[in-house]
């Protein structure tokens, strides 16, 4: 079956640091999603990507899906205390049951 | 996400039990499922439903099971509680694509259980 691979596993930076955890899939992807987990919450949907190669930004946060639909990055400029959390890809691998594989996720520190 | 409910919201139980967790959404969602979560391990799918009729079986369902019984009501029920189920449990909704193709899931605030 479909597999999401995601690493770091774990990302401690010191707070202005730059920061970016990696996605690849095992097989083509319709589109990936990224969530974000705060310590103690749910996760919670930032943004999907659908094109090759489409590149969105939110603030400090850039997102990109590779050309071959297969992998993606989450890259965050200038941490902020407040960007802690465990940070999820999600891939859905295309059809009509909409079920995402989600990867292991990267928790990230950030050091004040 | 306050639309999305989850009861209770911890649990202690004993090896052998059977527990019920309930998730009740305001979104008016089709679409809802059954996540657990374990350290360093992701979330892993358990069941979904598309609608009331439609039940389907996720990456780990063994030992669990599921009811539909509206469309803002799905339950995972575990039969015979084991301490490997304890773990971190999620429901989710998300509605049809519509033309957009946007299909996040939003997330119950979790239920901590733990089988002794």
């Known amino acids: 079956g479909q597999q999401v691979m995601q690493i770091p596993q774990y990302q401690h930076v010191q707070e202005g640091e730059d920061f970016t955890t990696y996605c690849n899939s095992s097989t083509t992807l319709s589109n990936i999603q990224w969530y974000k987990q705060r310590p103690g919450g749910h996760p919670v949907f930032l943004i999907q990507l659908v094109k090759s190669g489409e590149v969105k930004k939110q603030k400090r946060l850039t997102f990109q899906f590779g050309e071959a639909k297969k992998n993606s990055s989450l890259h965050i400029t200038a941490t902020q205390t407040t960007d802690v959390g465990t940070y999820f890809c999600a891939g859905h691998g295309g059809g009509s049951n909409y079920k995402l594989t989600f990867g292991k996720g990267t928790l990230l520190t950030v050091n004040p | 996400d306050a639309d999305v409910t989850q009861t209770p919201r911890n649990r202690i139980t004993k090896t052998g039990k059977r527990i019920m967790l309930e998730c009740s959404q305001t979104k008016g969602h089709d679409r809802m499922y059954w996540y657990r979560q374990d350290p360093g391990l992701g979330l892993r799918l358990i069941y979904y439903?598309?609608?009331?009729?439609?039940?389907n079986k996720g990456e780990i369902s063994d030992g669990y099971s599921v009811s539909r019984q509206a469309q803002a009501k799905f339950s995972l029920s575990l039969e015979s509680a084991i301490p490997n189920q304890t773990a971190l449990y999620f429901c989710?909704?998300?509605?049809?694509?519509?033309?957009?193709?946007?299909?996040?899931?939003?997330f119950g605030p979790g239920t901590r259980l733990t089988v002794l």
């Open positions: 439903s598309f609608d009331v009729k439609d039940i």
């Open positions: 989710a909704t998300s509605d049809r694509p519509g033309t957009s193709g946007r299909i996040e899931q939003f």
